[in-house]
């Protein structure tokens, strides 16, 4: 376990390149496998969860390398997946397992997953349920958890799935799993999640349709579909570059940008938040590349004020709720946070973790079931001092960081490698901008 502490900083400045995004990157590998032919792959992000799905789709026959800056996914087309030889651990990648499983399911294979202490914990019912409606049998651990073994099935069931999650997860493990029944399969989504493996899945050639209807919103594809590799190129990840952001609208003085950030709607919902709040945030230079939005961000040190974030906004920025929080510790007022009751099942307790952080450091706060309310300090520095518990978790350790960076006194945190599952350079970009760590 390595432990790191960041120091009250100075004014950040500098222009950085968003990483690469990890919900994008994932998804080029698991359909580049997928493929018949090469997928090029530009601008993926090299952290561990990546690296563990590129391990996974070797294990199932799929031939990955790379070439100077960018990774060629050789497809198994028509061949199809493999059964592996081993378990397959994802460590602590929930997007890696879950879209796998989908995509394992569908072929006459048996796949055994397994992954971290914090992914061991997380739920995997919520996949494995809709699967095995469409064929798909599996075990699992006792309280629907990993280990577990998936048995797929040559013969998948299209199904007509109801989402009340807002969960991109389980949309696209149902949908990749629907890619080889004969038939639609169709999830339907009372509150609209990320959008990626719509948006990849016709890159691949492959029939979708999504329509906004009463019920909600209705993704559907059409199966024995065979998909034609194609280049992806990532674009850099919004919830990474939340991160930055925070930092310099907290710490005085501080002007930064952030360049190449996807604005997906489905994304962006920090962006707006922040916004609302009195954030200076200028979003410029707004372009569309390989599909999706692009834009690049400045921003400065801000005077924020507390709001109601709307809740049916939360499945456009669940992973940005620690931070957010961190922003709301700044605020003139209260900011209350409702309608995220999915934080509890993420890579930790993230309301639990960000109320106890808060506290520790001298920021109140109250914890409800499926909400967070944070009394802002006006502009005041937090105390600081303590020594955040992580429970592993990437975005815990570096929302508590930035909170240290504006503090009195600094913060430390454990299991601070973690942060390499999906930010590897955070350190040496936050570094690179000012601010300083040990
Ligand atoms: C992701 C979806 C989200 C998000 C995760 C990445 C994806 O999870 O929290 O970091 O790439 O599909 P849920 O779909 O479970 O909300």
């Known amino acids: 376990m390595s432990y790191l502490s960041s120091k009250p900083s100075a004014a950040l400045s500098g222009k950085i390149i968003a990483p690469g995004d990890k919900s994008i990157s994932h998804r080029s590998l698991i359909l580049g496998a997928l493929a018949s032919g090469k997928t090029r792959i530009s601008g993926i992000l090299m952290g561990q969860d990546v690296l563990n799905t590129a391990k996974a789709m070797q294990a ?23 059964e592996p030889s081993d378990f397959i651990d994802f460590g602590n990648a929930g997007t890696g397992v879950r879209l796998t499983m989908g995509v394992s399911g569908s072929f006459p294979i ?46 998948v069931t299209p199904i007509t799935y109801f989402s009340d999650k807002g969960s991109a997860q389980v949309k696209s493990a149902i949908l990749l799993c629907g890619l080889r029944a004969d038939g639609v399969t169709t999830v339907i989504e009372a509150k609209p999640s990320r959008d990626h493996t719509e948006n990849m899945l016709r890159g691949f050639g492959v029939d979708v349709e999504v329509q ?30 939340a991160f930055l952001v925070v930092a310099a609208l907290i710490i005085e ?27 200076d945030l200028t979003i410029y230079n707004e372009r569309v590349v390989a599909g999706e939005k692009i834009a690049d961000l400045r921003a400065r040190h801000s005077a924020l004020k507390g709001i109601v974030v709307p809740p049916e906004r939360a499945p456009s920025m669940i992973d940005e709720y620690p931070i957010l929080a961190i922003a709301a510790a700044f605020a003139t007022g209260e900011t209350v946070m409702e309608g995220i009751g999915e934080l509890r099942v993420k890579e930790s307790d993230r309301i639990r973790m960000t ?84």
């Not at 009394?375 to 303590?386: H, I, R, Y």
């Open 253 to 279: 003085g501080s002007d930064i940008t952030i360049e190449n950030v996807m604005m997906n709607p489905l994304r962006a919902g920090i962006f707006t938040t922040l916004i609302e709040m009195g954030a």
């Open 110 to 155: 048996k796949a055994f997953y397994t992954g971290d202490s914090s992914l061991r914990g997380r739920p995997m019912a919520r996949i494995l349920d809709p699967l095995a409606q469409m064929g798909v049998r599996y075990e699992m651990r006792a309280g629907g958890l990993l280990p577990c073994v998936v048995i797929g099935t040559d013969n």
């Open 355 to 438: 109320f106890d952080g808060l506290i520790a450091n001298g920021v109140e706060a109250e914890e409800g079931a499926e909400s967070l309310r944070v009394m802002g300090k006006s502009g005041a520095k937090p105390k600081g001092g303590a020594s955040v518990t992580t429970h592993g978790d990437h975005r815990i350790a570096m929302s508590f960081l930035i909170l240290g960076m504006a503090s009195q006194s600094g913060v430390k945190v454990d299991e601070a490698e973690m942060i390499g599952t999906s930010f590897p350079n955070f350190v040496q970009m936050m570094t690179g901008m000012g601010g300083e760590f040990s």
């Open 60 to 82: 199932f026959g799929a031939d990955i390398s790379q070439n100077g800056d960018i990774w060629e996914v050789q497809g198994l087309g028509p061949l199809g997946l493999q």
């Open 212 to 241: 906004d209807m009463a019920d909600g919103r209705h993704a559907s594809v059409r199966g024995k579909a065979s998909l034609t590799a194609c280049d992806v190129a990532v674009p850099g990840d919004p919830s990474s570059a």
